[in-house]
T-cell receptor
Framework: NAGVMQNPRHLVRRRGQEARLRCSPM?????VYWYRQLPEEGLKFMVY????????ESGMPKERFSAEFPKEGPSILRIQQVVRGDSAAYFC??????????????FGNGTRLTVT | DQQVKQNSPSLSVQEGRISILNCDYT??????FLWYKKYPAEGPTFLIS?????DKNEDGRFTVFLNKSAKHLSLHIVPSQPGDSAVYFC????????????FGGGTRLMVKP
């Protein structure tokens, strides 16, 4: 069952270090979305990418955060110089098309980032 | 500015009875609505969706109702089962915004045997 794969499942970083979160979409999906869930809150949209393109990054903090989805390989969400407030669950989702009523997002199991 | 709100953080229901989860939204441009179920330490799983051209969509034990004039939707689970115990998220999107979903804060459903 080739669902959305995220790794690592758990990541611990000290303040000031870099965190790299990886996401492989479902087979055949070329649209990737990153969401963040803070404790006791809902998921918040961060960024939407297609292969080699960032389509919408309106939900991503302007500093320290970046995302890419190269032609080959997984999508990467990178957080530089992490702070305690970055501690959250980061979920990746994919879809077969960017718009339309019949393509719900399929989520991975998330990466839980803890900043100490 | 919460565009999608789930005002009940938790709900407890007896097995076999109906569970009703509610969701309100403020953005009149939303035209596609979804419910996701989430177990601890897992990602959200798509449950059911409805477009704004409908007012009801049914899939087995799950039915979603949409009241556009009230900007309100609800998820009915009948009959409720202990395995339904999870956090349920309501989500919405605008048709021309792809699948950039706006999520509510979630409702934790507990179905007691």
């Amino acid at each position: 069952n080739a669902g959305v794969m995220q790794n690592p499942r758990h990541l611990v970083r000290r303040r000031g270090q870099e965190a790299r979160l990886r996401c492989s979409p479902m087979k055949g999906h070329s649209h990737v979305y990153w969401y963040r869930q803070l404790p006791e809150e809902g998921l918040k949209f961060m960024v939407y990418l297609q292969k080699e393109n960032i389509i919408d990054e309106s939900g991503m903090p302007k500093e320290r955060f970046s995302a890419e989805f190269p032609k080959e390989g997984p999508s990467i969400l990178r957080i530089q110089q992490v702070v305690r407030g970055d501690s959250a669950a980061y979920f990746c989702a994919s879809s077969g098309q960017g718009a339309g009523y019949n393509s719900p997002l399929h989520f991975g199991n998330g990466t839980r980032l803890t900043v100490t | 500015d919460q565009q999608v709100k789930q005002n009940s953080p938790s709900l407890s229901v007896q097995e076999g009875r109906i569970s009703i989860l509610n969701c309100d939204y403020t953005n009149s441009m939303f035209d596609y609505f979804l419910w996701y179920k989430k177990y601890p330490a897992e990602g959200p799983t798509f449950l059911i969706s409805i477009s704004s051209i409908k007012d009801k969509n049914e899939d087995g034990r799950f039915t979603v109702f949409l009241n556009k004039s009230a900007k309100h939707l609800s998820l009915h689970i009948v009959p409720s089962q202990p395995g339904d115990s999870a956090v349920y998220f309501c989500a919405a999107s605008e048709g021309n915004a792809g699948n950039m979903l706006t999520f509510g804060g979630g409702t934790r459903l507990m179905v007691k045997p």
